[in-house]
């Protein structure tokens, strides 16, 4: 009878020291401060001293103005096409120079490249004769004048008859129209020297191919040494930057939103977060058959040069708005059950909610259903609270 008695108190004294045990460990556990409790699926409460209400920033829900009817569509900058020019072979003849690099600014009228050409000096010989053939043509006209003057003097003294001095007059008509060729010669020779950038007199076999317009250099299709003899194919494209479009598909259900000089919001890949503006320019006349959408392009001021060509974005246009609850992106955390956030009850008490969000814009999430204004969302750390 002892043993029985004796093993029942052993094993007895055994689970009571292991009750004491547990009942020793369960505070130590209470005290972790990053511990939290999950009163039921959706509310959380962390303890006072938890690092992680520290890392948490909770501010309230603002209403702004969101659009309702609303266009977007993908983007791409092109330069204007008003502002674009090209350099073309004012003679035949070999590149001597190119002047300029390619990105280079350029003002109107600067010289871009040499071109040695006989035509140059043949223009130069051409302004000469027609100079010269205008003194011989004023000079046969001063002389007409003076005979025509001594014979009707002659006639006043019945020493000449009258048909002497009606060729005399004629005479001096036709010097007169000589000298009036002659001068449109001149002013025709100097306006081809003027074209070739020369100047009256210049001894000079090359010509200057001068800049259209003011603006960049986007494209350099010649070298030095070539010989071209195709006065209208381009060696240069040179475009002012000052101004830009941006090009886009629109959906030929939402084409209807947008009209000619109304204002775009841009939002270009190279400067996330910031918004360009524009105004419509122009709308094609046509529908895309393939894609169903209407090309739009608007222009955007580019003083600054930040805007280039071939840059990817996105048009925003919108008619009506109306006061929604908005929060942060950060604010919105995804999970299986769609998009929620978490609203502070009480100090260290928060709930998921199940919110509908619309599209980002500016870093902000309009909140369509869920939240109103007021409400003490978590704006920052709401990850650190998904993980419960």
């Known amino acids: 009878?002892?043993?029985?008695?004796?093993?029942?108190?052993?094993?007895?004294?055994?689970?009571?020291?292991?009750?004491?045990?547990?009942?020793?460990?369960?505070?130590?556990?209470?005290?972790?401060?990053?511990?939290?409790?999950?009163?039921?699926?959706?509310?959380?409460?962390?303890?006072a001293d938890s690092p992680k209400l520290r890392q948490?920033?909770?501010?309230?829900?603002?209403?702004?103005?969101?659009?309702?009817?609303?266009?977007?569509?993908?983007?791409?900058?092109?330069?204007?096409?008003?502002r674009i020019s090209r350099v073309v072979m004012p003679v035949a003849g070999r590149i001597r120079q190119v002047l300029v690099r390619l990105g280079d600014s350029v003002v109107e009228g600067q010289p871009v490249l040499t071109i040695e050409s006989p035509e140059a000096s043949a223009a130069t010989r051409a302004h000469r004769q027609a100079q010269a053939q205008l003194r011989q043509a004023q000079s046969a006209?001063?002389?007409?004048?003076?005979?025509?003057?001594?014979?009707?003097?002659?006639?006043?003294?019945?020493?000449?008859?009258?048909?002497?001095?009606?060729?005399?007059?004629?005479?001096?008509?036709?010097?007169?129209?000589?000298?009036?060729?002659?001068?449109?010669?001149v002013e025709e020779a100097l306006r081809r020297l003027q074209m070739l950038g020369l100047g009256p007199g210049a001894e000079a076999r090359e010509v200057a191919a001068p800049a259209p317009i003011s603006g960049k250099i986007l494209e350099i299709a010649v070298a030095p040494g070539e010989y071209r003899n195709d006065t209208s194919a381009s060696l240069m494209t040179i475009a002012d930057l000052s101004t830009v479009w941006v090009t886009s598909n629109v959906p030929e259900s939402s084409i209807r939103l947008i009209q000619p000089g109304e204002r775009l919001e841009i939002e270009l890949a190279a400067y996330p977060g910031e918004v360009f503006?524009?105004?419509?320019?122009?709308?094609?006349?046509?529908?895309?058959?393939?894609?169903?959408t209407v090309k739009v392009q608007a222009e955007l001021e580019n003083r600054r040069?930040?805007?280039?060509?071939?840059?990817?974005?996105k048009i925003r246009h919108s008619h009506g708005s109306r006061a929604l609850p908005v929060v942060p992106a950060s604010a919105v955390v995804q999970g299986e059950g769609g998009?929620?956030?978490?609203?502070?009850?009480?100090?260290?008490?928060?709930?998921?909610?199940?919110?509908?969000?619309?599209?980002?814009?500016?870093?902000?999430?309009?909140?369509?259903?869920?939240?109103?204004?007021?409400?003490?969302?978590v704006v920052d750390g709401a990850i650190l609270l998904k993980a419960y």
């Open 141 to 185: 006209q001063a002389k007409a004048e003076k005979d025509l003057s001594r014979v009707r003097d002659l006639h006043e003294h019945r020493a000449a008859a009258l048909k002497d001095v009606l060729s005399a007059e004629n005479d001096l008509a036709q010097a007169q129209s000589a000298v009036d060729q002659a001068q449109a010669g």
């Open 339 to 377: 998009a929620s956030v978490f609203v502070e009850r009480h100090s260290g008490e928060f709930e998921r909610i199940q919110v509908r969000a619309g599209e980002t814009r500016n870093g902000l999430i309009p909140i369509l259903s869920g939240l109103k204004a007021g409400d003490r969302v």
């Open 305 to 313: 040069g930040r805007l280039r060509p071939e840059m990817f974005g």
């Open 56 to 82: 948490i920033r909770i501010a309230p829900v603002e209403l702004k103005e969101i659009s309702l009817e609303e266009v977007t569509a993908a983007g791409k900058l092109e330069a204007n096409p008003n």
């Open 1 to 47: 009878m002892k043993a029985p008695v004796l093993n029942g108190l052993m094993v007895l004294a055994l689970l009571l020291g292991g009750c004491r045990r547990v009942q020793e460990s369960a505070p130590a556990a209470s005290a972790d401060p990053s511990s939290a409790l999950t009163l039921d699926q959706n509310r959380i409460v962390l303890p």
């Open 277 to 292: 503006e524009g105004r419509v320019k122009r709308i094609a006349d046509t529908v895309d058959p393939q894609t169903r």
